[in-house]
């Protein structure tokens, strides 16, 4: 009975493997045209010179097809000067973005790396008022610091928009994290041959963090970059005023303006879109690295 049995439960095991893959590929590629639908509409959009077919195709196939692609809305925009000055926006954005994560991850490294092997009194405390610090929500401490930096003569400035937030204390607790999981026997044996703090974490334990620094540069670049509030209360001027702010311009009370608003929608996602395709593999790496580590 079992040697006539076996033979024919292969076919049906194999049957519902087979099934199973063909679920788990319906599902990926719906959750797939999901999340790129709309970026692919966007794009699309923007290749439209009519902002009023664009919103007339809203809600229809229409809205992912062009006849006649133009780049149109892209020549209106690209200007470093003038009412649709959005070149100069975008560069704005990309010198906040830039001077913003590496000095962040500077000083969140370097903090993380104390906390976990610094020989600091009290590290217990300080971890615990980092950790309670991230619970404060951003929202809470936005007026108290817009009148800081009023006071400080910083609106309408780069400086403003990059100094409240270099430091975080989600990402200096990511680098600890990262940084107290590697064995301890490797600060030993560098203070053994007579190494320095700061040269046990330049050239021990910063190279072999690169996953985290993916991770922080990733998060800190896409929160960088999509900052609204803060810029819309500091800034006054097209001096340092980053594309995110400008593109709301397009949205007035009598007039929406989708051709333009699509194309400048198109150049911001670009430049973080390729931050993160620069480090995805150490930003995937990581999250296994947790995953097994958990």
Not at 2 to 17: E, H, T, V
Not at 76 to 104: D, K, M, P, Q
Request: aromatic share 12%; proline share 5%.
């Amino acid at each position: 009975m079992s040697d006539i049995a076996l033979p024919r439960s292969l076919p049906a095991a194999r049957s519902g493997k087979r099934s199973l893959r063909i679920v788990q590929t319906v599902c990926i590629f719906i959750i797939a045209l999901v999340v790129i639908s709309p970026l692919f509409m966007l794009l699309i959009a923007s290749l439209k010179d009519d902002r009023f077919q664009i919103l007339a195709d809203m809600g229809s196939f229409r809205a992912f097809w062009v006849s006649k692609p133009t780049l149109a809305n892209f020549r209106e925009i690209a200007h470093f000067s003038g009412e649709l000055a959005f070149g100069r926006y975008l560069v704005n954005s990309l010198l906040i973005l830039a001077i913003t994560v590496g000095s962040g991850l500077v000083i969140n490294s370097m903090a993380g790396f104390v906390l976990a092997w610094g020989s600091l009194r009290g590290k217990a405390i300080l971890l615990s008022l980092v950790v309670a610090l991230y619970i404060i929500p951003q929202e809470s401490i936005i007026m108290p610091l817009v009148v800081m930096m009023s006071r400080a003569g910083m609106t309408d400035t780069f400086a403003v928009q990059i100094l409240p937030w270099v430091a975080s204390p989600l990402y200096i607790f990511l680098f600890y994290q990262f940084f107290a999981q590697l064995p301890k026997e490797l600060y030993e044996a560098a203070e053994i041959d007579g190494a320095s703090v700061f040269r046990i974490y330049r050239s021990i334990y910063l190279p072999l963090s690169l996953p985290a620094l993916a991770t922080v540069s990733i998060l800190m670049g896409i929160e960088s970059w999509n900052q609204y509030l803060w810029p819309t209360l500091v800034t006054q001027t097209d001096y340092a005023r980053p594309i995110s702010v400008a593109i709301a311009t397009f949205f007035g009370q009598d007039n929406i303006y989708w051709d333009r608003a699509m194309a400048a929608s198109v150049l911001m996602m670009l430049p973080i879109l390729a931050l993160y395709l620069a480090f995805q593999r150490w930003f995937v790496s990581s999250f296994i690295g947790s995953a097994v580590k958990g």
